[in-house]
Each structure stands twice: as C-alpha cells, then as structure tokens.
C-alpha cells in the first residue's frame, strides 16, 4: 500500500503521455528510470519533459521530480464524456516469473472514475495549490509546468526493493487521451 501511495502521487502530479523515450542512468545500476509515451492516437495531454531523483527512490528520504505537461485541447469539457484515471503497477520481484500485481490490495488507488465530479466544488488539494496548477474541470489548453518539488518518503520501518512498471491511462468517455509508462528503482534494484 505504501508503495501505491507512493506511485500515485507521483502519476497525479506529473498528469500523462509524451511522444519521448527518456532514460536517467542510475550510477552503478543497470535499471534506469525511464518514462515515455504509450498513446494510440495523438493525445491530448503530452509530457514534454519528467524528471525524477535520486535513483533509486528511498523510504526515509526526499523525492524530487518536476515535468512540463502540454494540454493540446481543453480536457473535461462534457460531462458526458467523464474523464478517467487507470493505473496499472507492476513490482518485478527477484527470482519469480510473474510481477506483483500491486493494485490487486487496493483497487481505489488504480482506478479513478470521473475525476471531474470528484473535484467539482471541492477545496484544491494543498499539493495543487503548492505547484500553482489548476483543480478544475474543463482543464484549460496550455503548456503547465511542475517546478521542482520536494517530499519525504515516509519511513515505515520495512523495506520494499523492487523495479516498479507503472501505465497511466487517461480516457475522456471511450477515448483515451492520454496513456504514460514508466520504471523505477524503489530502495534496491540489484
């Protein structure tokens, strides 16, 4: 749980999709942090730039990441059409053919049903607030930008190693508008 938690606020902050595959080397491993874009069609919310450290991400220590999210068009503007959040995380885990399926013990975390509603009349959450970046619907076209923000990890005293696989798929009705994918190192990664 600790780890969704952790996945989807980093997925909610940084919204989706891009048309780049970038990678970050972390030193003296071979699994870099990497993030590109998995959209059919032409979306429309584009990553244009996702930064993300240290690697590997820590518990007990502070996360730093910062992107550029480009909204081509206006997102949210039918309330026909609700605009949807799925997360898929996957840790891979050592010696074991198959990923663990990490929304499988918390389903709320990986699915979120029309965002819109939930945020229609409802206090901007502080982390919003703190980024300067909206907490409406219709999402406005423009170029936003998520400076450079800070967090602690919480420490829980127990440690989860793993390579984490996460796809963000947003859908506006039946389209999807905008889909990103990446990986990351949590504690150890040998």
Not at 20 to 26: G, N, P, Y
Not at 33 to 42: D, G, M, V
Not at 53 to 76: D, L, M, Q, R, Y
């Amino acid at each position: 749980m600790v780890a969704i938690k952790f996945v989807v606020f980093f997925v909610a902050v940084t919204l989706v999709s891009g048309k780049f595959v970038h990678e970050m080397k972390m030193p003296g491993k071979d699994i870099p942090f990497t993030w590109h874009n998995c959209t059919r069609s032409e979306p429309k919310i584009a990553v244009q730039e996702l930064k993300m450290s240290p690697e590997p991400v820590k518990f007990g220590k502070e996360i730093t990441f910062s992107a550029i999210v480009e909204v081509k068009e206006p997102v949210g503007l039918d309330e026909r059409s609700p605009v949807n959040v799925d997360l898929t995380v996957n840790m891979e885990i050592p010696h074991q053919d198959q990923p663990l399926d990490i929304c499988q013990y918390d389903e709320k975390y990986c699915h979120v049903k029309d965002v819109c509603s939930l945020i229609k009349g409802k206090k901007c959450p502080p982390i919003l607030e703190k980024l300067g970046l909206p907490c409406k619907c219709p999402l406005d076209k423009g170029i936003y930008r998520i400076p450079k923000y800070t967090d602690r990890i919480p420490d829980f005293g127990y440690t989860i190693n793993g390579v984490f696989n996460v796809t963000m798929t947003i859908t506006e009705g039946k389209t999807q508008i905008g889909c990103l994918t990446f990986k990351f190192c949590l504690e150890s990664c040998d």
